[in-house]
C-alpha cells in the first residue's frame, strides 16, 4: 500500500491537479463510448453507468449467461483470460474478426469500443459466444466463367 500512495505522490507532484482532470476526462470517454455501444446493440445506455448492470449487459452483448460475472473474480484467470476473450467477443459481435482487430481490441481498449460504439459502418451482428465458427467450404471455390 506504501508503494501506490509513494507512487501517487511522485505523480501527484510532478502534474498537480491536471491529474484528477485527466482522470475524470478518460472516465467520462468511457461511459459515452459503453453508452453508445449499448444503444448499438439495442441494449439501455444507462447502464454504461450501474457498476455492476453495466457488467451484465456487456456480457449479454456477447450472449454470455450473467453468471460468468462470478469468473472474473478469479484472480490470474478472470484478468488474463477471461476479459481479453470477452472483449475478443465484442468486436466479434460487432463483425470485426481479423487478428488485427483482437490486436487493437486488447491494446486500446477504450478506444476501440468508442470506435465501435461511434462508426456508422459498423452493425451488431448478434452474440457470438457458444455459436460454431462457420466451417470451411467442402471443396474449393473456383472463379465461374463470365458470360460476356
Not at 11 to 38: R, T
Not at 90 to 104: H, R, W
Not at 123 to 148: C, D, I, N
Request: no cysteine; net charge positive.
Amino acid at each position: 500500500m506504501e508503494l501506490l500512495q509513494n507512487i501517487h505522490h511522485q505523480l501527484y507532484n510532478l502534474f498537480g491537479d491536471a491529474l484528477y482532470y485527466g482522470l475524470a476526462l478518460l472516465a467520462v470517454v468511457a461511459i459515452m463510448a459503453q453508452w453508445k455501444l449499448y444503444e448499438k446493440a439495442g441494449q439501455p445506455g444507462i447502464a454504461a453507468i450501474v457498476p455492476v448492470w453495466n457488467f451484465i449487459v456487456f456480457l449479454k452483448i456477447v450472449g454470455r449467461p450473467a453468471s460468468h460475472l462470478w469468473l472474473f473474480f478469479i484472480p490470474v484467470f478472470g484478468q488474463l483470460y477471461m476479459l481479453p476473450k470477452v472483449w475478443i467477443e465484442i468486436a466479434q459481435s460487432f463483425g470485426k474478426t481479423t487478428m488485427m482487430d483482437y490486436v487493437l481490441v486488447i491494446l486500446f481498449n477504450g478506444i476501440y469500443i468508442l470506435n465501435l460504439g461511434l462508426s456508422y459502418d459498423t452493425r451488431y451482428m448478434g452474440p457470438v459466444h457458444g455459436k460454431p465458427m462457420a466451417p470451411p467450404p467442402a471443396r474449393p471455390l473456383k472463379p465461374r466463367p463470365s458470360l460476356a
